[in-house]
């Protein structure tokens, strides 16, 4: 590719946004909270300076936030040196026409085990605290909010609006639902 058509890729969206008819962050919002709500498996995506690593892992959706139980591994040297993360959140069986997904952009934090926080967690996901006490390494969590997620949906063009839709944690005046 030459430098140009790089430059070409990189603007598609840009471009087609300029024209799109934008939803109200409100609206947008309800509908990522529905579809984070119903789906359970993202792919986390991390890196530090010369690390990426992407990992599927099981989440549940609430409090405005992914909360993540894992047991460890190489997404934890990505999160030592850089805790801005991305993920994506899709439909398995999208038909052309038919996508449905979301890219999400945030921080995660690591929530200190048995805190209120990770054993209010451990009940909404039903995992009895005293499993994880007795597991022979830590059960680690990760809690992601949000700043941006970019929403694909082509159900939306049905509505009148863009297919792409962003919706920015700054922007938004949404209260957080789950």
């Keep these: 590719m030459t430098d140009e058509q790089y430059a070409q890729a990189v603007s598609f969206w840009t471009r087609k946004d300029a024209a799109a008819k934008k939803m109200d962050q409100r ?7 529905t579809f984070l709500a119903a789906h359970k498996v993202l792919a986390l995506a991390v890196g530090g300076s010369d690390f990426i690593r992407c990992t599927p892992l099981e989440y549940t959706w609430h409090e405005g936030a ?9 997404k934890f040297k990505g999160l030592r040196e850089n805790h801005h993360v991305a ?8 038909s ?3 996508l449905k997904s979301m890219q999400i952009e945030g921080d995660a934090a690591i929530v200190e ?5 990770y054993n209010a ?7 009895p605290l005293e499993a994880l006490k007795k597991l ?7 809690k992601i909010v949000p700043t941006e997620i970019t929403c694909l949906n082509s159900d939306f063009k049905k509505e009148g609006f863009g297919s792409r839709q962003i919706w920015r944690a700054e922007a938004a005046d949404t209260p957080q639902k789950n």
């Design 27 to 33: 609206t947008l919002y309800d509908w990522i909270d």
């Design 66 to 74: 992914l909360w993540i139980f894992t047991e460890g591994g190489l």
């Design 87 to 94: 993920a994506a959140v899709f439909e398995t069986s999208a």
């Design 96 to 98: 052309f026409g038919g």
């Design 113 to 117: 085990p048995f805190t209120d926080a």
């Design 121 to 127: 967690a451990a009940a909404f996901r039903k995992i």
């Design 136 to 142: 022979p390494e830590p059960m680690w969590l990760l």
